[in-house]
């Protein structure tokens, strides 16, 4: 089982060990204009309880990134198993369903971490603080939390790779799921301030949970335990759900 998922995910390394240099300059930019216009400009006209608005905003950009560079890691294998019809090799070669799952997983948490770590260097060279996340413990509950989001999400993109039969309806995806929640999962300000009613269906979503454990840990304010409870099942349901789905289409 481990040798095969050291081997799905070994492929996928070499691929990003080529690009690399290509991946990261990529992934600067979207950062870069998050913390200039929303950090710089409209952050220095902003005040918030727990310090600074672009301590604020650093978390909630990191929740985004994570969440679309994991799903955007994944979708290859729609093009795989739609276009390219390669994924049959996967399924006709003698590695457990599971590991497929697995290591394509982790390949996209390696991605998503590699940008989280570019942010918050981009975050303290813009003048963020993130003083929390000098502490051994802080950091690495607030790694936990990252690598978390990333696998829900690379368990959303296999899981759209595994169902949607066609190229535009993998684009709205982004369009119609992952754009609304960056801009309206508490990345950007805080969900107290919504309506009672969409508030309830804003908590719901996993990157609500995110946004509020990243910026807990990060600015010293309380972090709820029953967000890290529903992140980890948003993780348990959709790994079952990705690998029934795989399963369905190696019968």
């Given at each position: 089982?481990?040798?095969?998922?050291?081997?799905?995910?070994?492929r996928d390394w070499i691929v990003?060990?080529?690009?690399?240099?290509?991946?990261?300059?990529?992934?600067?930019?979207?950062?870069?204009?998050?913390?200039?216009?929303?950090?710089?400009?409209?952050?220095?006209?902003?005040?918030?309880?727990?310090?600074?608005?672009?301590?604020?905003?650093?978390?909630?950009?990191?929740?985004?990134?994570?969440?679309?560079?994991?799903?955007?890691?994944?979708?290859?294998?729609?093009?795989?198993?739609?276009?390219?019809?390669?994924?049959?090799?996967?399924?006709?070669?003698?590695?457990?369903?599971?590991?497929?799952?697995?290591?394509?997983?982790?390949?996209?948490i390696l991605r998503a971490l590699?940008?989280?770590?570019?942010?918050?260097?981009?975050?303290?060279?813009?003048?963020?603080?993130?003083?929390?996340?000098?502490?051994?413990?802080?950091?690495?509950?607030?790694?936990?939390?990252?690598?978390?989001?990333?696998?829900?999400?690379?368990?959303?993109?296999?899981?759209?790779?595994?169902?949607?039969?066609?190229?535009?309806?993998?684009?709205?995806?982004?369009?119609?799921?992952?754009?609304?929640?960056?801009?309206?999962?508490?990345?950007?300000?805080?969900?107290?301030?919504?309506?009672?009613?969409v508030k309830f269906f804003i908590?719901?979503?996993?990157?609500?949970?995110?946004?509020?454990?990243?910026?807990?840990?990060?600015?010293?304010?309380?972090?709820?335990?029953?967000?890290?409870?529903?992140?980890?099942?948003?993780?348990?349901?959709?790994?079952?759900?990705?690998?029934?789905?795989?399963?369905?289409?190696?019968?």
């Open positions: 089982m481990i040798e095969d998922i050291i081997t799905v995910f070994w990003l060990k080529r690009r690399l240099t290509k991946f990261i300059l990529s992934r600067m930019v979207a950062p870069v204009l998050y913390l200039t216009a929303f950090g710089w400009g409209l952050g220095r006209s902003i005040t918030v309880e727990s310090g600074s608005y672009l301590d604020f905003l650093v978390p909630g950009i990191l929740a985004i990134n994570s969440m679309n560079i994991a799903f955007n890691s994944i979708t290859p294998v729609h093009a795989e198993r739609i276009y390219h019809k390669s994924l049959e090799e996967y399924i006709l070669a003698p590695i457990n369903p599971s590991a497929f799952v697995v290591g394509k997983i982790i390949a996209a590699i940008s989280s770590i570019l942010i918050i260097v981009l975050a303290l060279i813009f003048g963020a603080t993130l003083e929390r996340l000098t502490e051994p413990s802080t950091a690495i509950i607030f790694l936990m939390v990252l690598i978390l989001n990333s696998i829900i999400f690379a368990e959303i993109g296999f899981l759209a790779a595994m169902k949607i039969k066609t190229y535009e309806e993998m684009s709205q995806v982004n369009t119609y799921i992952l754009l609304p929640m960056s801009f309206l999962c508490g990345t950007f300000f805080s969900t107290a301030t919504l309506p009672s009613t908590e719901l979503l996993p990157l609500t949970h995110t946004s509020a454990l990243l910026r807990g840990l990060s600015t010293g304010t309380t972090a709820s335990l029953g967000s890290s409870v529903v992140l980890i099942t948003y993780a348990a349901i959709i790994f079952w759900l990705d690998l029934r789905a795989f399963r369905q289409l190696s019968d």
